[in-house]
């Protein structure tokens, strides 16, 4: 993250110094402590993959790893809830596809030696990873010099930068690995000449055909009736189609934990009597800190950034006029006067920053703060007397590396947005003034070069007290809750009892086993835990789960194993198909009856209420105008000779009729490279993409990520 950015944030700075390449780990926080749900049944194993156990601990370290390569390629010092899950299940695919390479590329030999690694780092044209990294911070150029700096004295430097490097070259050796395994798999597609024949006729040979359409459409679907045995057929006959993941469906209710009425006047009570104290309090930093939900803002704000309640207030009486207390967004706030000012809205300035070490600006810096505060001394004076050195010094000598890039200018920033000693810095000094500052980020040479012209502006002091519940009313809530999971027993009771107490019943279906969240309940992983757990039974009432300002009480209501699915769990999907089937025999038999040759053809589609259209197709077509996707009937077309009347054609809008009435043959062609070629480089792209899937698909994988989170 650029230093001028955090400056502004007034929060930490984190260099990375690997950061692209690092980007492959970008994962997260995971067993952090030993006592997850894992370690409680003294379990070590999270995965087995192949026959190759996955250990917990393992799978822990490099989830640890990751996330830290993730804060560093973020700048963030904390993941949140979710993006931690995400990185979970991104350190999960990780390991199933190394694993599943690894296996592969070892079977089949595949291997990189020593110097080719060494190649792919210090070589002539190096891997990606390497140039990403060591780029030098001044030109945004590869430095191949820095790399065998660096690698002359790795023993030498930080253990942390070390360990980072060596997943670098790990990753390196991976991505080669994967790459020749893509390859291989690539290079070994060959086309026959007669494949290449055959792609080129179909492309090219051209049918005029005509095709008319009973649209099933022209049957009501209430009119068609289907029996058990209708389902039991189109299922046997199409359940190949339908393999699943395995999910699980849940009703669910849910009891919101608000405040009551005694808990609003309990508080309305306290923040009464917290107001008298804050419209006499000396300490106002203080006090807001010690009484405020909201620690003390000391920003400047202008007209027109404050509440609308306090806006006009505030800009237009005196210092220590106070107001409210009043309620916005559930709180309580109340609002003084803490100081006037008339001050430039922007600031613009230049700056040369001298890092040291510590500050985690500059990795690379050696200086302590004594020799930092030394060369900033010197730098200041330098540029005090030749104040033309001072472009020249920013773009050289500069750690704020964004800066450097524009001779340290740091445009315009709003006044407030720097860390305050550098804001007072350039906000007391007069444009053209060099000085000399000292923040947590080292030790500026400030050059001011602009404000904008003084506005009126005010530091107000704020008091916020969240209206949420009593300790009392969450329990008597969660007692309710109890009480109904208790009384629920099973599916019926559950649905009963939410009629009797007229409560909303919701439903999440197909929730997935890598799922972290439900439609409106943003952190419930451990009611999916729960919806997938051996001994939870269809119709299983779940315990109450605590999800922060509600409880929530579900019924397990279907379990979908993966596979083929039951027909039964497809029933109500098929439906539609089935129908369509009975459409398609109906249509079939009217026009069998209607339409027995050519001579039949024009007086019986319009009796028949069938849709003509007239078109160019090739085989290669996958859409039939006027109807959409009809592989099977374009097929069929195919197979007819030119002046030939198919019979009934069943196709997924319409039962057609098809006429061919001139087929035009593909061109003679003797040199068939550009079609080989398209055909390969069509392969080479699946060969890119697919092998993983491929081998996820044929590998044997025993996930128990469940135990553990």
Known sequence: MALIGDIRKRSGLLTIIIGVALALFVLGDF???????????????????????????????????????????????NLTADEQFQIRQQTWDQVVNETLLMEEVSKLGISVTTEELDDQIRGKNPHSYIVQSFRDPKTGQFDPASVVNFLQNLDKVDPQMKQRYLMIEKAIKEDRLNT??????????????????RDYEARNTRMNVRYYGAS?????????????????????????KYQ???????????????????????????????????????????????????????AWKKKGSLPYQIDSLMFNSSIGTAFGPYIENNTFQMARLVDVQTRPDSLKASHILISYNGTNVNPDTKLTKEQAKAKADSVY????????????????????????????????????????????????????????????????????????????????AMVKRL??????????????ASQFASEAKNMEGFTKLIE?????????????VDQNSLPGLPQARQIVIWSFNKDTEKGSISPVFDLEGRYMIAVLKDIREKGTPTLEQLKEYIEPMVKREKKAETLIASINKTIKSMADLEKGYALL?????????????????????????????????????????????????????????????????????????????????????????KAEIEDNRLLFY
């Open 609 to 697: 209420g069938m849709k003509a259209d007239t078109n160019e197709v090739t085989f290669a077509s996958s859409n039939l105008p006027g109807y959409g996707k009809e592989d099977d009937v374009i097929g069929i077309m195919f197979t007819l000779k030119q002046g030939q009347m198919s019979k009934p054609v069943k196709g997924n809008q319409a039962v057609f009729i098809i006429v061919a009435d001139q087929i035009t043959p593909a061109p003679p062609k003797d040199d068939l490279t550009p079609e080989k070629r398209m055909l390969i480089n069509a392969f080479a792209t699946r060969a890119q993409r697919e092998p993983a899937e491929a081998l996820k698909r």
């Open 244 to 298: 699943q993941e395995a999910s699980r469906d849940i009703e669910y209710v849910t009891f919101d934990v608000l405040p009551s009425a005694d808990d609003r006047d309990k508080i309305n009570r306290e923040v009464q009597g917290l107001y008298t104290e804050f419209t006499a309090a000396d300490n106002m930093i203080a006090f807001v800190n010690s009484t405020s939900d909201e620690r003390y803002d000391s």
């Open 180 to 197: 020749k395994y893509r390859n291989l798999i690539g290079k070994a597609f060959y086309v026959p000449k007669a494949f290449a024949k």
């Open 500 to 512: 009797q107490k007229k409560l909303t019943k919701r439903l999440a279906e197909r929730i997935g």
């Open 31 to 77: 067993f952090s402590n030993s006592s997850g749900p894992g370690s409680s049944r003294g379990n070590n194993i999270i995965a087995e993959i192949n026959g190759e156990k996955i250990l917990a601990t393992d799978f822990n370290q490099r989830v640890e790893d990751n996330m830290e390569a993730q804060k560093l390629n973020t700048g963030k010092e």
């Open 381 to 460: 004076k330098l540029v005090k007397t030749n104040g033309a050195k001072f472009d020249e010094l920013a773009g050289t000598i500069n750690d704020d590396q964004t800066a450097s890039k524009s001779k340290g200018d740091l445009k315009w920033f709003a006044d407030g947005s720097m860390v305050p000693a550098f804001n007072s810095a350039v906000l007391n000094g007069k444009i053209g003034d060099v000085t000399l500052v000292e923040t947590q980020f080292g030790f500026h040479i400030i050059k001011i070069t602009g404000k904008t012209a003084p506005i009126k502006k005010v530091r107000v």
């Open 467 to 480: 209206i949420e519940p009593s300790s009392k009313t969450m329990q008597d809530v969660y007692t309710q």
């Open 216 to 240: 099933y459409t022209n049957i009501a679907d209430s009119l068609v009736k289907v029996t058990d045995a209708d389902f039991e057929k189109f299922y046997n006959e199409n359940k190949h």
